[in-house]
Structures are given as C-alpha cells and as structure tokens.
C-alpha cells in the first residue's frame, strides 16, 4: 500500500536556526497538509495546499512558516528561524481529492529545537 | 465546521467490544463523520467513515443515527494492540479544507 514518507524522522536545531522539513505524499493525492503535534496534546491543523498554493491556514502558520511543492513529487515545510516552542512532531498528509476522501499521514518529524 | 465532543477516556479489557460515541448535535447536511486512530509517536491512521446508517469495514464498524447528532465507533474483541487516541472528526472537506482534530478518547485496553 502506498505511503507518506517523511525525512528526516528526527531532527535537532539550534533556536534561530531555519529548518526543512520534507515529505512524499501518495503519488496520485491533489491535496497536502503539515500538522504538529506538542508531545502529550492534540494534533494540530497548521496548513492545507491545493493547486500549487496554501488553501487554510491556521493561526500558527504565521510568516514563520512556509511551505513549497518545488518538483512535483516532495512537499516541504520550512521553518524560517525557530522558538523553542516549535519543538514537536510534525505530520504531513495526503488526501486523494475525491469528496471528503481520508487523510494520509507520514509517521512524522520530531523536531527538538535547543 | 460542526464541532465534536467525545469521552476524554475509557478504559476496558481485552476480547471485549468497545463503543466510543461522538457528539456533533451541528452537523451539516453534506458533513462526512470520519474517525482517526493514532498510536504514541505515529501519525493518525484513517479507520472507517460514514455518512449515514452503518458503515463496517475489517476493523470497525461505525453507527450513525437517523437524525445524525452522533456517531458511535465500534471496536469488536479489542486487544492491547488496540490502545491508542480515537478521533471522531466531522465536516465536509470539498467546502472546507481546514480538517481539524479534536482531543480525542485515550482508549486503555487492560489485559
């Protein structure tokens, strides 16, 4: 069965430092998506992408953030310079696109940011 | 978008049937229920969804009633493998892309 993938699956940083995060969402998905995860809380909604551009964000995703399909096939999620607090673990989704079709999830990045 | 209240918690044994329950008394008429399961340290893996009646697949089966308020996720002969946070969501995701996830049930599964 086809999967997300994401790299790396952990990654340390120091604050202020910029991070990538990357992923492979299912080949034949049109929709993407970047959660996070603080340990112990809920999965939160950060970003949703569409057509080569953002469709939702939430509140979190500020200019921080930012997120690219540079080739077609990877989807990335770019942290410019990182707080403490943005230590988590970070989902990547897919979803094929049909009505209301299930999200796909990667098993996730846990970044530490020092 | 319709917002869910679940059990924070259950607790229950192994070999037993499981029924977690999900409140969305605002459900829109072209919302989709779908429930999540995650394990520590994984992402959410799709279970089952529904849209009215009863929906069962391999793993579980899914309860919705005529007037679609609720929904109850059945989870037959549980094991401890089954341990994990359940996450009813709902919404229709062709008008609305921002999927959010509740809290969840910390389902416990005892030997």
């Known amino acids: 069965e086809p999967e997300v993938t994401q790299t790396p699956s952990h990654q340390v940083t120091q604050m202020g430092q910029e991070v990538i995060l990357r992923c492979v969402p299912i080949?034949?998905?049109?929709?993407f998506y970047w959660y996070r995860q603080i340990l112990g809380q809920k999965v939160e909604f950060l970003v949703s992408?569409?057509?080569?551009?953002?469709?939702?964000k939430s509140e979190i995703f500020d200019d921080q953030f930012s997120v690219e399909r540079p080739d077609g096939s990877n989807f990335t999620l770019k942290i410019r310079s990182t707080k403490l607090e943005d230590s988590a673990m970070y989902f990547c989704?897919?979803?094929?696109?049909?009505?209301?079709?299930?999200?796909?999830f990667g098993n996730g990045t846990r970044l530490t940011v020092t | 978008l319709a917002k869910t209240t679940q059990p924070i918690s259950m607790d229950s044994y192994e070999g037993q049937e499981v029924n977690i329950t999900c409140s969305h008394n605002?459900?829109?008429?072209?919302?989709?229920i779908t429930w999540y399961q995650q394990f520590p340290s994984q992402g959410p893996r799709f279970i089952i969804q529904?849209?009215?009646t009863k929906v069962t697949n391999e793993v579980a089966s899914l309860f919705i009633p005529a007037d679609r308020k609720s929904s109850t996720l059945s989870l037959p002969r549980v094991s401890l493998s089954d341990t994990a946070v359940y996450y009813c969501?709902?919404?229709?995701?062709?008008?609305?892309?921002?999927?959010?996830f509740g809290k969840g049930t910390r389902l416990h599964i005892l030997p």
């Open positions: 989704a897919s979803r094929l696109g049909q009505k209301n079709s299930p999200l796909h």
């Open positions: 080949s034949n998905h049109l929709y």
């Open positions: 992408f569409y057509n080569n551009e953002i469709s939702e």
């Open positions: 605002n459900i829109a008429t072209n919302d989709y």
């Open positions: 529904g849209y009215k």
């Open positions: 969501l709902v919404g229709d995701w062709n008008r609305d892309d921002k999927i959010i």
